[in-house]
């Protein structure tokens, strides 16, 4: 059986999980792709290395067709992506050729920020004053929108906080958008009230039939007005009042099929308000430390989902219960310039404590100081019996590494 996997990066979640997993499941696999040569220098080492083609991944249309100018005859086949901006794509041509597929229309409000507010609001579940700015709009019209301040401007389809910031008042807002618009011309913004409270993510993983909760992460994030992800920590099992409220509004979206990566608040009245759904697994190795957590083969569980598969009966209690707990803690960059020194990739398992650091960003390269996920120089997780055991090896991989920025 052939896995069609559709993908713009060669992400750590493609090649040091769903990769894997589609070999342990005995799957040939095509990825599909924009930007073939990275994908091919990427799986070069990997045994057995899949198919690249490349592919207007973006347009369901060129997707369809590819997979049906290259599928053999009656042979069966899956179509599968973890990318965040490739899923109303993906679930259009699994639709089209009749496999298991996210509904398309889940999938297109799940990534459109203004469309899943008005979906939400439309269906009574929960209502965030928002406005949107579309392409070529000018700013000055959303000092009518009577929105109140502060607020959060954020691309309507933008990923990892990027261009996503807290303004105080109608000028700064204006200035904001337009330098939005500077490094994104034509997009379009979203606008809405600010959800004070934790930030907490809650996963997800369906199979058509019946969707479980693999637990959830709580979440420090950097001072105002950036979002940056700078501390992610464990939880089995959030509040189960919080969770119900999350999953009611899940299924108004209508997530079901496949993982989701879910983030939001809880007020202090208890109200658990999403930020943002993300229609696939969580990323900067969070999946890759979940499997470790949870002791289950969490991406061939993903993959046999999309193949039409049941999912074991007894998951989701069995994750409730785990007593692992873990760390995930990027390292940022602190100004712009040349990484010059860092550590590579390393593994190791210390006194019941699992330790992993994944770089991000290679050595001799220049960046900007961005100010989003995009800072993140590397990633440190580790997973141990306790909380503090995770926190301690992390600590300790910190201290004894250096990573030098120079201007």
Avoid at 95 to 122: I, M, Q, S, V
Avoid at 382 to 402: H, L, M, S, Y
Wanted: a negative charge; glycine letters at 8%.
């Amino acid at each position: 059986m052939r896995l069609y996997l559709l993908a713009l990066n060669p992400t750590d979640s493609v090649t040091r999980g769903f990769l894997p997993a589609a070999a342990r499941l005995g799957l040939d696999v095509t990825v599909l792709t924009d930007q073939a040569e990275p994908h091919r220098h990427a799986y070069a080492g990997l045994e057995p290395a899949p198919e690249v083609a490349e592919c207007d991944v973006r347009d369901f249309r060129e997707v369809i067709g590819l997979i049906s100018r290259h599928s053999a005859a009656g042979a069966p086949f899956a179509v599968f992506s973890n990318s965040d901006h490739l899923q109303t794509q993906t679930a259009l041509a699994a639709g089209y050729f009749g496999l298991p597929a996210k509904d398309w229309k889940a999938a297109l409000r799940a990534k459109n920020k203004g469309e899943l507010r008005r979906h939400l609001a439309a269906a009574g579940v929960d209502t965030v004053r928002s406005a949107e700015l579309g392409p070529g709009q000018d700013p000055s019209v959303l000092r009518e929108s009577g929105l109140p301040f502060p607020v959060v401007v954020k691309p309507r389809e933008g990923v990892a906080s990027e261009d996503v910031s807290l303004v105080a008042d109608a000028d700064e807002l204006e200035r904001r958008c337009q330098e939005i618009r500077q490094r994104r011309p034509g997009a379009a913004l979203v606008v809405e009230e600010f959800l004070d409270g934790q930030l907490c993510t809650l996963e997800t993983l369906g199979d058509g039939r019946r969707r479980y909760v693999l637990g959830g992460f709580r979440t420090r994030i950097s001072p105002p007005p950036h979002f940056i992800e700078e501390l992610l920590e464990f939880v089995p099992a959030h509040p189960a009042a919080v969770v119900e409220q999350v999953l009611a509004q899940l299924d108004v979206i209508g997530v079901g099929l496949g993982a989701c990566h879910t983030e939001f608040v809880v007020q202090p009245d208890g109200r658990a308000r999403i930020i943002e759904v993300n229609y696939r697994a969580i990323g900067d190795q969070c999946d890759l430390m979940l499997a470790e957590i949870l002791g289950i083969p969490l991406f061939e569980h993903i993959i046999a989902a999309h193949l039409g598969r049941e999912l074991p009966a007894d998951l989701g209690d069995f994750c409730a219960s785990t007593t692992r707990r873990a760390r995930n803690e990027p390292i940022l960059a602190d100004r712009a310039g040349t990484l010059t020194a860092a550590p590579g990739p390393y593994e190791e398992e210390r006194d019941g404590v699992r330790l992993g650091y994944q770089p991000h960003r290679p050595l001799g390269e220049r960046h900007e100081l961005y100010r989003t996920n995009r800072d993140y120089l590397g990633v440190i997780w580790a997973v141990g019996p306790e909380q503090a055991a995770a926190d301690a090896a992390v600590a300790r991989f910190a201290a004894a590494n250096q990573w030098v920025i120079t201007p």
